[in-house]
């Protein structure tokens, strides 16, 4: 018979990050709220951990972050303008971003690293295994990468990592684990991790991408993990431990993605990522693919 452990039923989302790459335009808003089209990324983020069942979402913040805040609270003012000209599509979109989850914050003080914004969770989290989610990672809700981890770590207990294989050329950009194969196409052991190796010293070109389900044994972990690469205290890091001892906090777990996914971490990703949702929506798709197939055809 299957173990079954704790329900998962709260998100974190680390939002403290400065955002250099994406300057001037993050000089004085927040990279998670340059829009994808017409919404915030991290509005298409809790989008995703509601749409796998998590509606309790803790955002880790830091300085300048207070329209992340804002775009989750309530706008009176707006609603009522909207309301008085009759504008009910737009209402809906307005209050659509303040009825998604129960909201919470926690600032970051002192930035850092990835490892220090999820022990900034600890307080909320308590006990309970939990989601960890990256802004600069947009998966496609037709592709529900984070239920499928969630199923996992309810049915196998420890933790759970999200992966994709990546031209060896590109593993340096990333964290990546070694792995063994399991009964399940998608799913695999994890043996070991390493945060952004040379390609000649990687042990796969199996990439960690940016969504975690994690027991709070991590927690501990995190609290005596000294800074590594970069001078941070890094979350893989305190992984390799897990996966090192099952004794810590149970197995490590990757689940295999080969869905769709938008990376807005980067300035050319993130266009593309904007052309490719515009091109598939079908309020804006028609019209704008047709421009697009001009332009590449007459004008470039």
Same mark, same amino acid.
Request: with cysteine.
């Given at each position: 018979?299957?173990?079954?452990?704790?329900?998962?039923?709260?998100?974190?989302?680390?939002?403290?990050?400065?955002?250099?790459?994406?300057?001037?335009?993050?000089?004085?808003?927040?990279?998670?709220?340059?829009?994808?089209?017409?919404?915030?990324?991290?509005?298409?983020?809790?989008?995703?951990?509601?749409?796998?069942?998590?509606?309790?979402?803790?955002?880790?913040?830091?300085?300048?972050?207070?329209?992340?805040?804002?775009?989750?609270?309530?706008?009176?003012?707006?609603?009522?303008?909207?309301?008085?000209?009759?504008?009910?599509?737009?209402?809906?979109?307005?209050?659509?971003?303040?009825?998604?989850?129960?909201?919470?914050?926690?600032?970051?003080?002192?930035?850092?690293?990835?490892?220090?914004?999820?022990?900034?969770?600890?307080?909320?989290?308590?006990?309970?295994?939990? +989601?960890?989610?990256?802004? *600069?990672?947009?998966? %496609?809700? &037709?592709?529900? /990468?984070?239920?499928?981890?969630? #199923?996992?770590?309810?049915?196998?207990?420890?933790?759970?990592?999200?992966?994709?294989?990546?031209?060896?050329?590109?593993?340096?950009?990333?964290?990546?684990?070694?792995?063994?194969?399991?009964?399940?196409?998608?799913?695999?052991?994890?043996?070991?991790?390493?945060?952004?190796?040379?390609?000649?010293?990687?042990?796969?070109?199996?990439?960690?991408?940016?969504?975690?389900?994690?027991?709070?044994?991590?927690?501990?972990?995190?609290?005596?993990?000294?800074?590594?690469?970069?001078?941070?205290?890094?979350?893989?890091?305190?992984?390799?431990?897990?996966?090192?001892?099952?004794?810590?906090?149970?197995?490590?777990?990757?689940?295999?993605?080969?869905?769709?996914?938008?990376?807005?971490?980067?300035?050319?990703?993130?266009?593309?990522?904007?052309?490719?949702? +515009?091109?598939?929506?079908? *309020?804006?798709?028609? %019209?704008? &693919?047709?421009? /697009?197939?001009?332009?590449?055809? #007459?004008?470039?």
């Amino acid at each position: 018979m299957t173990e079954s452990h704790p329900r998962i039923s709260k998100a974190v989302i680390p939002a403290a990050g400065l955002g250099t790459r994406f300057l001037p335009a993050t000089k004085a808003t927040p990279k998670e709220m340059l829009p994808v089209v017409d919404k915030p990324a991290i509005q298409y983020v809790v989008e995703e951990a509601v749409g796998a069942g998590l509606s309790d979402v803790l955002m880790v913040t830091g300085r300048n972050k207070r329209p992340l805040e804002d775009h989750f609270d309530r706008n009176y003012e707006l609603e009522s303008a909207l309301t008085r000209k009759g504008d009910a599509a737009r209402l809906a979109k307005v209050q659509e971003s303040s009825d998604l989850a129960t909201m919470h914050y926690v600032r970051q003080g002192d930035p850092k690293g990835l490892g220090h914004a999820v022990l900034c969770a600890a307080p909320h989290v308590g006990d309970q295994p939990f +989601a960890v989610l990256l802004g *600069d990672d947009l998966i %496609d809700p &037709r592709d529900p /990468l984070l239920s499928r981890m969630v #199923e996992i770590q309810e049915r196998e207990g420890g933790s759970v990592i999200a992966l994709m294989e990546v031209e060896p050329s590109q593993i340096h950009l990333y964290g990546c684990a070694a792995v063994e194969a399991t009964g399940e196409d998608d799913v695999v052991r994890v043996t070991a991790l390493v945060e952004k190796p040379d390609q000649a010293e990687a042990p796969s070109n199996y990439a960690i991408i940016g969504r975690y389900v994690l027991d709070p044994a991590v927690f501990e972990i995190l609290r005596e993990t000294e800074p590594g690469r970069g001078g941070e205290i890094q979350l893989t890091d305190a992984l390799q431990k897990l996966a090192a001892d099952e004794k810590l906090g149970g197995p490590v777990h990757g689940v295999v993605f080969k869905g769709r996914r938008y990376d807005t971490g980067d300035r050319g990703d993130y266009l593309r990522a904007i052309v490719r949702l +515009a091109c598939e929506r079908e *309020d804006l798709g028609p %019209d704008f &693919r047709t421009w /697009l197939r001009r332009y590449v055809t #007459e004008e470039m």
